[in-house]
């Protein structure tokens, strides 16, 4: 009898991923910002949104965001969540400013 192989799909690309392939993305908030919920994500999908800086996108990626914003398919989803990583770290950062200021 052969095993049943259980699929996810990744949250950004769609792509069926085995459970040994899957990797878990903190989203919507980073785990370094104490996040806890998590989404099932492929390498190549989780590489992209953690491992690249934005500056280092090559223009086809920047260019499947820009021609794809309507669909909100892979790229323009990581380019979301990126960005709302920025966001929080930025904020998070200022915060952390302003605090350490009023204390002294």
């Known amino acids: 009898m052969k095993?049943?192989?259980?699929l996810e799909k990744c949250f950004y690309c769609d792509?069926?991923?085995?459970h040994s392939a899957m990797q878990k993305?903190?989203?919507?908030?980073?785990?370094?910002?104490?996040?806890?919920?998590?989404?099932p994500c492929c390498?190549?999908?989780?590489?992209?949104k953690d491992r690249y800086l934005l500056q280092s996108w090559p223009s086809e990626w920047w260019?499947?965001?820009?021609?794809?914003?309507?669909k909100m398919s892979r790229a323009t989803?990581?380019?979301?969540a990126?960005?709302?990583?920025?966001?929080?770290?930025?904020?998070?950062?200022k915060k952390k400013k302003n605090e350490s200021k009023t204390t002294l």
């Open 25 to 39: 993305d903190h989203f919507p908030i980073p785990a370094r910002h104490g996040g806890k919920e998590t989404v």
């Open 82 to 93: 990126k960005m709302g990583t920025l966001f929080l770290d930025y904020v998070l950062t």
């Open 43 to 48: 390498i190549a999908c989780h590489d992209m």
């Open 63 to 70: 260019q499947d965001v820009l021609l794809d914003w309507p």
């Open 15 to 18: 792509t069926e991923i085995t």
């Open 77 to 80: 989803r990581i380019y979301f």
């Open 3 to 6: 095993a049943i192989l259980k």
